[in-house]
């Protein structure tokens, strides 16, 4: 039987991802799906606290196995802004062409222009908290390319690439970004789990 399992997110570009990655060893359920229509509080300082009371605000109404990721551009030059707050760098509504602007404006005339995407998964289980990480680390280039992927894909280029997240299929970004190597693991655990016959 396919394990049901409710992503606790409002943003259908990793709704997508995760779906994709997943593959159909899992049944995702989505937000709307349950009917939690409002957008979740995000107040944590971490990107850890923020998966963590993503996933505890679905489970602490709905009692059922969900996950929610928090994730991050961490750029060095920046001593790691925007961080925690990506999805409002520059504005209070989440734009993604103010927040990469922004970044481009802020970086202007650094050398350094290394950086890293970072997702923090929290999953609960049978009312247990287990936290996940993916890292990619790459660099910020100077003008947008490519108009695949979300965010701040355009402008960052993963170590080892010469494209842009946003010039990759959803398949090539999925096999090497921070989010892709996160949901692996989270994927590994699962099944563990389920073939302890837990789940
Ligand atoms: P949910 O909280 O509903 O899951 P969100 O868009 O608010 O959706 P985050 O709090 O994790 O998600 O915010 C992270 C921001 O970082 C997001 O709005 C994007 O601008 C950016 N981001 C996240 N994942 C990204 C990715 O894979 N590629 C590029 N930018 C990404």
Not at 139 to 164: K, L, Q
């Amino acid at each position: 039987m396919m394990k049901r399992i409710i992503f606790s997110t409002n943003n259908r570009h990793k709704l997508e991802e995760v779906q994709h990655s997943l593959g159909d060893a899992f049944e995702l359920v989505t937000l709307k799906e349950v009917g939690i229509v409002e957008d979740i509080p995000e107040t944590g300082e971490t990107l850890q606290e923020n998966a963590s009371q993503k996933s505890h605000y679905v489970f602490d109404r709905l009692g059922e196995d969900c996950f929610a990721d928090d994730t991050g551009l961490e750029v060095v030059a920046l001593n790691g802004a925007p961080g925690v707050h990506s999805a409002r760098y520059a504005s209070l509504e989440k734009s993604d062409s103010k927040n990469i602007d922004l970044l481009l404006k802020n970086l202007s005339g650094k050398l350094d222009r290394s950086a890293r995407f970072r997702t923090v998964i929290s999953l609960i289980l049978n009312g247990q908290e287990y936290l996940f990480e993916g890292i990619v680390n790459g660099r910020i280039i100077e003008d947008r390319r490519g108009c695949d992927g979300f965010g701040y894909d355009p402008i960052f280029v993963p170590d080892g690439c010469d494209r842009t997240f946003a010039e990759m299929s959803m398949e090539e970004k999925n096999q090497i970004s921070h989010r892709g190597r996160a949901v692996a693991k989270l994927v590994e655990f699962l099944k563990q789990y389920r073939s302890d016959g837990i789940i």
